[in-house]
T-cell receptor, first 117, second 115 residues
Framework: EPEVTQTPSHQVTQMGQEVILRCVPISNHLYFYWYRQILGQKVEFLVSFYNNEISEKSEIFDDQFSVERPDGSNFTLKIRSTKLEDSAMYFC???????????????FGAGSRLTVL | AQSVSQHNHHVILSEAASLELGCNYSYGGTVNLFWYVQYPGQHLQLLLKYFSGDPLVKGIKGFEAEFIKSKFSFNLRKPSVQWSDTAEYFCAVTIPNTNAGKSTFGDGTTLTVKP
């Protein structure tokens, strides 16, 4: 079964450092997402990406965050200057969109745990 | 904007007990509904989904959920839980045919099944 893969699985960084989380979505999917789950809290939507641009972003997704699909296969989330409160599990997801019935089911990756010290 | 409420934050059951986890959403139009499970240390996995048709949907591992439009609910059920069902359960809603197609998640319900 096709998978969404994420790297790294765990990253520890110092406050103020830049972090890039990488995702390889399912190959024929068109919509890409990043979600965040702070320990013990719910899964929160960060951003969606379609046709090489951001479709929607949440209040959490401020200027410190950016996303990119640099090469047609990877989908990255960059945090420019990490803060302690950025410590969370970051999930990438992709979906086939609305091209056919039932295609809009999100498939999630295993997540990247970010620890900011 | 849509929102999702899961009223049970932590449920503790003994093996073989029946399970029902509540999920209510707030959105007046057509919705797609999902239940995800997150086993300890693992990623989110889709349990079941509802798009249209029969409001009683069956998912993996013996789970089912019933969509009751008049109550804006999509409760998850399992007749007899097992210790291996111990996990976090998330209800989610998506508004179909929107460009973003993002899912909004509930707070989650932690299920602990005692052997």
């Amino acid at each position: 079964e096709p998978e969404v893969t994420q790297t790294p699985s765990h990253q520890v960084t110092q406050m103020g450092q830049e972090v890039i989380l990488r995702c390889v979505p399912i190959s024929n999917h068109l919509y890409f997402y990043w979600y965040r789950q702070i320990l013990g809290q719910k899964v929160e939507f960060l951003v969606s990406f379609y046709n090489n641009e951001i479709s929607e972003k949440s209040e959490i997704f401020d200027d410190q965050f950016s996303v990119e699909r640099p090469d047609g296969s990877n989908f990255t989330l960059k945090i420019r200057s990490t803060k302690l409160e950025d410590s969370a599990m970051y999930f990438c997801a992709s979906s086939g969109g609305w091209s056919r019935p039932g295609a809009n089911v999100l498939t999630f990756g295993a997540g990247s745990r970010l620890t900011v010290l | 904007a849509q929102s999702v409420s899961q009223h049970n934050h932590h449920v503790i059951l003994s093996e073989a007990a029946s399970l029902e986890l509540g999920c209510n959403y707030s959105y007046g139009g057509t919705v797609n509904l999902f239940w995800y499970v997150q086993y300890p240390g693992q990623h989110l996995q889709l349990l079941l989904k509802y798009f249209s048709g029969d409001p009683l949907v069956k998912g993996i591992k013996g789970f089912e959920a019933e969509f009751i439009k008049s109550k804006f609910s999509f409760n998850l059920r399992k007749p007899s839980v097992q210790w291996s069902d111990t996990a976090e359960y998330f209800c989610a809603v998506t508004i179909p045919n929107t460009n973003a197609g993002k899912s909004t998640f509930g707070d989650g319900t932690t299920l602990t099944v005692k052997p």
